[in-house]
């Protein structure tokens, strides 16, 4: 059984910096995809960002502000969380998929495992 653990989260000013940690555990090779998606009180899921074998993938509203990163060795995901502001508050979630077959990474439907999640809050 894949399962997968988040953690870092918290209470933060805007502008300033959180770096949130995902374990993994149960899966059988590090071919797959995982992510980050977040979602706020009353609004709908939202992709965060992506990590391929070969590359990475951003939303529009966290680009160039956030950076994701894997450790296959580790089982670790990562996401390094910069300039941070008031609406970025949400709850993450840490996501995997087990193959790199027919990406749909911007889709919640896509990834079968998922995290409990983690929040983040951003103070004005």
């Known amino acids: 059984q894949v399962q997968l653990v988040e953690s870092g989260g918290g209470l933060v000013q805007a502008g300033g910096s959180l770096r949130l940690s995902c374990v993994t555990s149960?899966?059988?090779?590090?071919?797959?995809?995982m992510g980050w998606f977040r979602q706020a009180p009353g609004k709908e899921r939202e992709f965060v960002a992506a990590?391929?074998?070969?590359?990475?993938s951003y939303s529009d509203s966290v680009k160039g502000r956030f950076t994701i990163s894997r450790d296959n060795a580790k089982n670790t995901l990562d996401l390094q969380m910069n300039s941070l502001k008031p609406e970025d508050t949400a709850v993450y979630y840490c996501?995997?998929?087990?193959?790199?077959?027919?990406?749909?990474?911007?889709?919640?439907?896509?990834?079968?495992?998922w995290g409990q999640g983690t929040q983040v809050t951003v103070s004005s």
């Open positions: 996501v995997e998929r087990l193959d790199e077959y027919n990406l749909a990474i911007k889709n919640p439907s896509f990834y079968p495992y």
């Open positions: 149960g899966r059988t090779n590090s071919n797959g995809v």
């Open positions: 990590i391929v074998r070969r590359g990475t």
